[in-house]
């Protein structure tokens, strides 16, 4: 069975991305994303909006990534998906779509916790990248988690330390709404950040015992930081944009390489994976490496376009049950709270 070529079909809508992949046992044929551009308008993700666009784009979306890698439906061993977590309406799409697919081709359905793909998007064959030794600790850092996880197989997985309020991507997104900054905000945080001085502004650290992370805090000082500057100065934020972000980022990278080597203190795994939209940040990143020359860590960082929401990240682990013969049946239902190893 390991050396048959097998074709999987993913769909992976738990967010506001509509994505469909074709693996070919660990290599992936294509890996279509559809983003919905409406919710920038709106600051945030809409839910009831999400799943309206998932309805419009998935059939096209599956119909492409088909397509790109030249396989009919007929092909296909079996139908990957996304169960959970994220958004139940989002997540009904998906779940629905598979379900009908896989029994209209009359082939295996797999069910695709969205963390976990997250942490296995790392064993997608990639020319040039080297997949983790088991175990490995693994850092998931998205808009909506934040979690240390020690990772034994590719299906037993423990959950060492994880966010008590807001995920890190959060965090980014409400800091730089609070400097007026356009949604996703994320993404520029780390480029102004780049131009700016990381030691400009003091933000305070939150105490959280064990490896448990919280960010709402952090979010609550920077608001009262900026409302106090503003009324001093209106064009604070203007002018002080890139040494904000700077300062803003270098206090999140901060408290993620702190719980991060305090689960490596604890575990004596110097492996460290990181996965989540979070991951294609350049701070972290450059942390990370960094760790490798100081800390003696080996340190394994996806592609970018493995690192956000994507179908390839749910086909690699749909390969994986298939070997295994871990399928579903048609009674599955979504599941928007679906914690790692249940």
């Not at 983003?35 to 119909?63: C, D, F, M, W």
């Not at 061993?77 to 009908?100: D, E, N, Q, W, Y």
């Not at 980014?172 to 709404?177: G, H, I, P, V």
């Not at 952090?218 to 209106?234: D, G, V």
């Amino acid at each position: 069975m390991v050396d048959q070529k097998r074709y999987i079909l993913a769909i992976e809508s738990s967010c506001d991305d509509t994505s469909a992949a074709v693996m070919c046992n660990t290599k992936v044929l294509s890996n279509v994303v559809a983003t919905q551009e409406i919710h920038k308008q709106y600051g945030g993700v809409v839910p009831e909006l999400a799943s309206r666009a998932h309805q419009q784009n998935i059939v096209p979306v599956v119909h492409q990534a088909l397509a790109k890698a030249n396989i009919d439906k007929k092909q296909l061993s079996a139908i990957a998906f996304t169960r959970g977590p994220g958004l139940m309406g989002s997540l009904l799409v998906g779940t629905s779509f598979a379900k009908s697919l896989a029994l209209g081709l009359n082939i295996p359905l797999i069910e695709v916790n969205h963390m976990e793909a997250h942490i296995l998007a790392h064993f997608i064959e990639d020319e040039g990248k080297e997949a983790p030794d088991f175990p490995f600790l693994a850092l998931t850092i998205s808009g909506g988690h934040t979690q240390i996880v020690k990772v034994d197989h590719y299906f037993n997985m423990q959950v060492l330390g994880e966010t008590l309020d807001d995920a890190v991507g959060e965090a980014f997104d409400k800091s730089a709404k609070l400097m007026g900054l356009p949604y996703p905000g994320g993404p520029l945080v780390d480029k102004y950040a780049q131009q700016g001085n990381a030691k400009a502004f003091k933000f305070p650290k939150p105490k959280v015992d064990g490896l448990n992370f919280s960010f709402s805090g952090l979010k609550t000082s920077i608001l009262y930081f900026l409302k106090r500057e503003t009324e001093k100065n209106p064009d604070f934020v203007s002018q002080n944009i890139n040494d904000i972000c700077a300062s803003v980022q270098h206090t999140i990278l901060e408290i993620l390489m702190e719980k991060l080597k305090m689960a490596v203190e604890q575990t004596g795994i110097k492996q460290i994976a990181i996965g989540g939209g979070v991951a294609a940040n350049s701070g972290i990143r450059g942390k990370l490496k960094q760790a490798e020359a100081d800390l003696g860590w080996k340190t394994y960082i996806p592609k970018f376009e493995y690192c956000t929401d994507n179908a390839a990240m749910i086909g690699i682990v749909g390969y994986l049950k298939y070997q295994a013969e871990n399928f579903t049946d048609q009674s599955v239902a979504a599941k928007a709270r679906y914690a790692i190893g249940s």
